[in-house]
């Protein structure tokens, strides 16, 4: 299954995978719209979760490593699980996860900027809620595919980011799969935007800069849906700009190559290289030896 072309997030398969992979979660609504939510019912009220998972050492009064994550979908379909095993994995070693809900346009009347808007919200409310929800507030991490990771993307690098005087919705570093790096007019996602302007200001290929949060890139080299010539000068410019930004290309594999149900060995090397990545910039402590990813959880390989 495709990342990017979901067909029907309602359907049987996807509802019971959801109902198995966010067992054990807590869920916080952290944004209300004012706009209701048509329905076949009526109209509802429509609010966006964040679906946390606590490691089981977790004591009341501790502030951890936060790893947020934006599930992908093109922003048209809500796949909250998409990246719950991996959220499961940094879960197990220590961090607080998260699985993050925003707007797409199969359940609201939204576009790419809502979406992005929604990202922010959500970090910024991690920061102001901070305390109470168990997160560092200097250690939040944003992860996500392809659209997820555009979001992503965007909270860390657009001149101008949700924010209040105390905090801002920055994260402290990144881990992207299949991203979308160009929304501009070059770019076959520019026809998403309602705005043509924010698709070309916003877009992350136009906003590299000296002091970017750490990020590293897993994106294969098959990728058709974003092409992996875009991410190789992407990286390379942050690269001149002195930021820490690492490409990690997979040979074969669809646009999804990194996700557990479709290729375990991808999914595997990925993990494994993004929770070393973690560990080096002091956001996890470093894997006791012989415990990293046991076959009894994972299976063969």
């Known amino acids: 299954m495709d990342s990017e072309t979901f067909n029907d997030n309602k359907s049987p398969t996807i509802l019971l995978r959801e109902k198995e992979l966010l067992k054990g979660e807590t869920v916080h609504t952290f944004k209300r719209l004012d706009e209701p939510l048509a329905s076949s019912t009526g109209l509802l009220p429509y609010k966006l979760n964040a679906h946390f998972f606590y490691p089981d050492d977790f004591k009341s009064g501790e502030q951890r490593t936060t790893i947020v994550f934006f599930h992908g979908g093109k922003w048209d379909h809500q796949v909250v699980s998409e990246l719950a095993p991996q959220a499961l994995h940094f879960k197990e070693r220590g961090a607080v996860t998260v699985l993050a809900e925003y707007r797409v346009s ?19 409310w991690l920061r102001d809620h901070h305390a109470f929800l168990g997160v560092d507030p200097n250690k939040i991490v944003a992860a996500g595919a392809g659209s997820g990771a ?5 909270a860390a690098m657009n001149h101008s980011i949700l924010g209040n005087e105390v905090y801002n919705s920055k994260p402290n570093a990144l881990i ?28 992350p290929s136009r906003c590299i800069s000296r002091n970017l949060p750490p990020m590293i890139f897993y994106h294969s ?6 092409p992996i010539d875009k991410i190789e000068h992407f990286a390379k410019k942050m690269q001149r700009k002195k930021n820490t930004c690492i490409l990690y290309p997979f040979g074969l ?10 290729n375990h060995k991808n999914f595997i090397q990925s993990l494994e ?5 973690l560990t080096d910039h002091g956001f996890l402590d470093t894997a006791p030896e012989g415990t990293f990813i046991s076959d009894s959880f994972y299976g063969p390989l």
């Open 106 to 124: 199969t359940l609201y009347p939204s576009s790419p900027e809502d979406a992005m808007e929604d990202g922010q919200s959500l970090l910024l």
């Open 273 to 277: 290289s993004s929770d070393n990545f």
């Open 176 to 203: 992207l799969y299949s991203a979308l790096v160009d929304t501009t007019k070059k770019s076959p996602t520019f026809k998403y935007f309602k705005d043509k302007k924010v698709a070309t200001d916003t877009s």
């Open 253 to 262: 594999g669809t646009h999804s190559f990194f996700n557990f149900h479709v």
């Open 221 to 226: 080299e098959a990728d058709l849906h974003h």
């Open 150 to 154: 555009h979001i992503c993307l965007c």
